[in-house]
């Protein structure tokens, strides 16, 4: 049974940080494409940061948030972070995992997990 778990959302002040956790099971982490997405209040979900398969990946990012959040894997652990720095009232949003996988293999998303940046 695959599963995808986000965590490390909460309260944060703005200019502070946080750090987001997805940790995956029942799929071979190593060759799927990872991705943080968000959706903000009345707003669509967007993509915020890839990382491509492999030891260490490639990154790219939404040009909202470039300089200031850092995505990483590590495949030992099977898990996908983000690092958020200099946050802003405009990065509240629900954050979502999403792994994509080559081919004809499945997509999957965790539940979320809120992050609020508020004073």
């Known amino acids: 049974q695959v599963q995808i778990v986000e965590s490390g959302g909460g309260l944060v002040q703005p200019g502070g940080s946080l750090t987001l956790s997805c940790t995956t099971s029942g799929i071979f982490f190593d060759i799927y494409n990872l991705e943080w997405h968000r959706q903000g209040p009345g707003q669509q979900r967007e993509l915020v940061a890839r990382?491509?398969?492999?030891?260490?990946?490639?990154?790219t990012y939404v040009d909202s948030v470039r300089g200031r959040f850092t995505i990483s894997r590590d495949n030992s652990k099977n898990t996908v972070y983000l690092q958020m720095n200099a946050l802003k009232s405009e990065d509240t949003a629900v954050y979502y995992c999403?792994?994509?996988?080559?081919?004809?293999?499945?997509?999957?998303w965790g539940q979320g997990t809120q992050v609020t940046v508020s004073s």
């Open positions: 990382i491509t398969s492999g030891t260490r990946g490639s990154a």
């Open positions: 999403k792994a994509d996988g080559p081919g004809l293999l499945k997509t999957y």
